[in-house]
């Protein structure tokens, strides 16, 4: 069964200070790996697509990267409309997206 | 484009009532996604369809649960009779082939569920 944890559950950053989100991962023949973004009240938003290991996506403060077993996503410098849950989610064989719990990053100014 | 649509945007209902739950896809879209988002369990696929057709529903908890596409611009998620632990936000989805494999999911902003 296709799994994915994401840690820390929760971070609070100051603006500027700059961390990384984890995302590990097991599943039957990756198709591809996926961060969204959700604002408090609304639906998940895509932010990126990752598909092999040693691959690397951005946007703005935002990188992605993927290895065998785990996704990072670098937040650099990071100002305080980046406050939001941050999910990964998996499609393994199938057409579906597993998704991980999320992490609900707060950037205070 | 206005997006996924949901409805009702809020529902607070008794314990043993029946919950209908609507969603209006993207137009083209071709495959259409249930999920239940709660703090414990996170966000939990409960049924797709491709072309109108249900393709796995075993996400779906017991029967009490279906879900309906009568339509490429039509579903429902129904619950009958609703129990406390239903309480949720439900979130319907819709993609090109999957997003490809792009895993690009459009999301609605949700339907929030209260059983009393």
């Known amino acids: 069964e296709d799994q994915v944890t994401q840690s820390p559950e929760a971070l609070r950053l100051q603006e500027g200070e700059s961390s990384s989100l984890n995302c590990s991962y097991t599943?039957?023949?990756?198709?591809?790996l996926f961060w969204y973004r959700q604002d408090p009240g609304k639906g998940p938003e895509f932010l990126f697509t990752?598909?092999?290991a040693g691959e690397e996506k951005e946007k703005e403060r935002l990188k992605a990267t993927l290895t065998k077993k785990e996704s990072f996503l670098h937040i650099t410098a990071p100002k305080p409309e980046d406050s939001a849950t941050y999910l990964c989610?998996?499609?393994?064989?199938?057409?579906?997206?597993?998704f991980g719990k999320g992490m609900k990053l707060t950037v205070n100014p | 484009d206005a997006g996924v649509i949901q409805s009702p945007r809020h529902e607070v209902t008794e314990m043993g009532q029946e919950v209908t739950l609507r969603c209006k896809p993207i137009?083209?879209?071709?495959?259409l996604f249930w999920y239940r988002q709660t703090m414990m369990r996170g966000l939990e696929l409960l049924i797709y369809?491709?072309?109108?057709?249900?393709?796995?529903d075993s996400g779906m908890p017991e029967d009490r649960f279906s879900a309906k596409m009568p339509n490429a611009s039509f579903s429902t998620l129904k619950i009958q009779p609703s129990e406390p632990r239903d309480s949720a936000v439900y979130f319907c989805?819709?993609?090109?082939?999957?997003?490809?494999?792009?895993?690009?999911?459009?999301f609605g902003e949700g339907s929030r569920l209260t059983v009393l």
């Open positions: 989805a819709s993609s090109f082939r999957a997003g490809g494999y792009t895993g690009e999911l459009f």
């Open positions: 599943v039957s023949g990756l198709r591809g």
């Open positions: 990752l598909y092999s």
């Open positions: 989610a998996v499609q393994g064989g199938s057409e579906k997206l597993v």
């Open positions: 137009s083209g879209h071709d495959y």
């Open positions: 369809f491709n072309n109108n057709v249900p393709i796995d």
